[in-house]
């Protein structure tokens, strides 16, 4: 980037995980690896509170009886001010034993461009 103001909103595709992450962004929040040397971004996200308007947790438990295993698949759809789908994506599948359970967080993490503060 050397320099350059990504455009809010702009992507990328991470070169580690290959998901798809924002421009700005100098660690991905997906693998968590650092994606350029950028000591003072790094630095001010350490240090900045990240803003979280949204953050829900779950937890889903099969019963010891009933059928021997459940499927489950972990879906997330975000839709703009009218209603509509903008992505919707199966960010995991799986299968429960009896008496297994499984926890979701959902988060979204909102970042202030850096002239914004």
Request: net charge positive.
């Amino acid at each position: 980037m050397n320099g350059r103001v990504a455009a809010p909103g702009r992507t990328r595709t991470c070169p580690h995980c290959k998901a798809t992450i924002l421009e700005s962004a100098s660690i991905c929040p997906a693998c968590q690896h650092h994606l350029r040397f950028d000591p003072k971004a790094i630095a001010e996200r350490r240090q900045q509170a990240t803003h979280s308007p949204l953050r829900v947790e779950g937890t889903f438990k099969h019963p010891e009886e009933g059928p021997s295993t459940w499927e489950y698949s972990v879906v997330v759809s975000i839709r703009n001010d009218r209603g509509e789908e903008l992505e919707r994506r199966v960010v995991g599948v799986g299968a429960l034993q009896p008496n297994e359970s499984r926890t979701v967080t959902l988060c979204v993490d909102i970042f202030a461009p850096p002239s914004a503060k």
